[in-house]
């Protein structure tokens, strides 16, 4: 069983400043991707970034990192210099490498940019 | 990029009524599709993985007989909500992987579908 914990429902963020949405996961996959996704308001789900188990690099997407440490289980997203088009809802999610290869999200972040 | 489309993107409903929402993979083909429930301020539960010509796995505690989930071609799959109830009210999404790049981060997710039951 997986299992993804995003302990902040709510952050606020000034615009141009940067934020880190923290996310710890719990898996027995040897095997593992770990997935950021945006969604706003309409309800879109918005792919933001992707980190392998294996990859040695923390994965980087324009303003979007993720700061992966595999002993601590964590996998934050750190958004740089931030807009006000980024407030939304922030789900981080965990997918085996098995074959039917399902995503657990979390409970999810509500950002919000202050102007 | 790859685009998955969903069809209704909301839908009103009485209450008994069935209602069927489908899922189109619009470029490539998806031989698996995933369909998950979110209600208001929460996250997406999945309900259960559609394959291409095969039944659907359901996730424990979701009535199959109530969600139809049917997966004819390798670009459609339906979700069909059957004697639909207000508690079915909800905001459901559907998922495909796209097989020809395959890694397990080639899931591309349609726009939702807003459900409400009068």
């Known amino acids: 069983a997986q299992k993804i914990t995003q302990t902040q429902p709510g952050m606020f963020v000034q615009e141009k400043e940067a934020v880190t949405l923290d996310c710890t996961y719990d898996?027995?996959?040897?095997?593992?991707?770990l997935f950021w996704y945006k969604q706003p308001s309409s309800g879109e789900m918005i792919f933001l970034i992707y980190?392998?188990?294996?990859?040695?690099q923390n994965a980087t997407e324009g303003r979007y990192s993720l700061n992966f440490q595999k002993a601590r289980k964590s996998a934050n997203l750190v958004i740089s210099a931030s807009q006000l088009g980024d407030s939304a809802m922030y789900f981080c999610?965990?997918?085996?490498?098995?074959?039917?290869?399902?995503?657990?999200f979390g409970s999810g972040t509500q950002l919000t940019v202050l102007p | 990029g790859a685009v998955v489309s969903q069809h209704p993107s909301r839908v009103i409903c009485k209450s008994g009524t069935s209602v069927k929402i489908e899922c189109r993979s619009l470029?490539?083909?998806?031989?698996?599709m995933f369909w998950y429930r979110q209600f208001p301020k929460k996250s997406l539960m999945l309900m259960a993985t559609?394959?291409?010509?095969?039944?659907?796995?359901?996730e424990q505690g979701v009535e199959k007989d109530k969600f139809l989930i049917n997966h004819a071609s390798l670009t459609l799959s339906t979700l069909t909500v059957t004697s639909a109830h207000p508690e079915d009210s909800s905001f459901y999404i559907c998922?495909?992987?796209?097989?020809?790049?395959?890694?397990?981060?080639?899931?591309?997710f349609g726009p939702g579908t807003r459900l409400t039951v009068l």
């Open positions: 898996t027995s996959d040897p095997s593992y991707g």
């Open positions: 470029d490539f083909q998806a031989t698996t």
């Open positions: 980190q392998g188990s294996y990859d040695q």
């Open positions: 559609s394959n291409e010509g095969s039944k659907a796995t359901y």
């Open positions: 999610a965990i997918g085996s490498s098995g074959s039917a290869r399902q995503l657990t």
């Open positions: 998922s495909a992987r796209d097989y020809r790049t395959g890694g397990i981060h080639t899931q591309y």
